[in-house]
């Protein structure tokens, strides 16, 4: 079955980068997600990444993709209090409709 | 535009009563997605729906959960019986169509559903 295992919680200091760590199980998946959740507000998709690609940039963001490992990450560059969030990676799988696995989430606390 | 909008935004009943929860996609959007969020998880997979049909209904944890989409737009999800494990969030998702490259699905703000 789909497993996707994230850190439950980070901690770094304003201007810091931040690096979330996933790694998920189904070899099949084409492509990974990363969404942020605020309190009181819905999922934001923030970035993903195609399986038969090893790295994407977008602006402070960078994702890179182990796929040989399965591992999945996503770096913050300058972190701003305003990332403090929860992080969740997701893969859409290719054989499972268009249906997202989610990690548990990554609460990133970011101290001025 | 509008995004995904949910109703109501908060529900609180009580165990053994009858609830729905309406989902308003995005306008255009085929697809349609339901994903319950216990507290302190990631949210789980319940049911897709292309059109008015549901594609994948695998996710819906027992015969108690229901959901409709009659007329391609609007969707209900319906739980019957509630039972106090059945309190989490229900978050509704839509996208342009399937199969679309990385198809980003939008997500609703949610329902905070809690069963006493």
């Known amino acids: 079955g789909e497993d996707v295992e994230q850190s439950l919680f980070l901690s770094v200091r304003e201007g810091d980068s931040s690096v979330i760590n996933c790694t998920y199980t189904?070899?099949?998946?084409?492509?990974l997600y990363w969404y942020k959740q605020e309190p009181g507000a819905g999922l934001q998709l923030l970035t993903y990444?195609?399986?038969?690609?090893d790295m994407k940039q977008d602006q402070r963001l960078t994702v890179l993709l182990n796929k040989k490992d399965k591992h999945l990450s996503l770096r913050i560059a300058d972190t701003q209090t305003g990332d403090s969030a929860i992080y969740f990676c997701?893969?859409?799988?290719?054989?499972?409709?268009?249906?997202?696995?989610f990690g548990g989430g990554t609460r990133l606390m970011v101290k001025p | 535009g509008a995004g995904v909008s949910q109703t109501p935004s908060n529900k609180v009943t009580e165990k053994g009563k009858y609830v729905e929860l309406r989902c308003d996609p995005i306008?255009?959007?085929?697809?349609l997605y339901w994903y319950r969020q216990s507290l302190g998880q990631g949210p789980e997979f319940l049911i897709y729906?292309?059109?008015?049909?549901?594609?994948?209904d695998s996710g819906l944890p027992n015969d108690r959960f229901f959901a409709v989409r009659p007329e391609g737009s609007v969707s209900t999800l319906k739980i019957q019986r509630t039972e106090r494990g059945d309190s989490a969030v229900y978050l509704c998702?839509?996208?342009?169509?399937?199969?679309?490259?990385?198809?980003?699905?939008?997500f609703g703000p949610g329902t905070r559903l809690t069963v006493l």
């Open positions: 998702a839509s996208s342009k169509r399937e199969g679309l490259s990385y198809n980003e699905q939008f």
């Open positions: 306008s255009g959007h085929t697809a």
């Open positions: 997701a893969e859409r799988a290719n054989n499972a409709g268009n249906m997202l696995t």
């Open positions: 990444i195609f399986s038969n690609m």
């Open positions: 729906f292309q059109g008015t049909g549901a594609a994948d």
């Open positions: 189904d070899s099949s998946s084409t492509y």
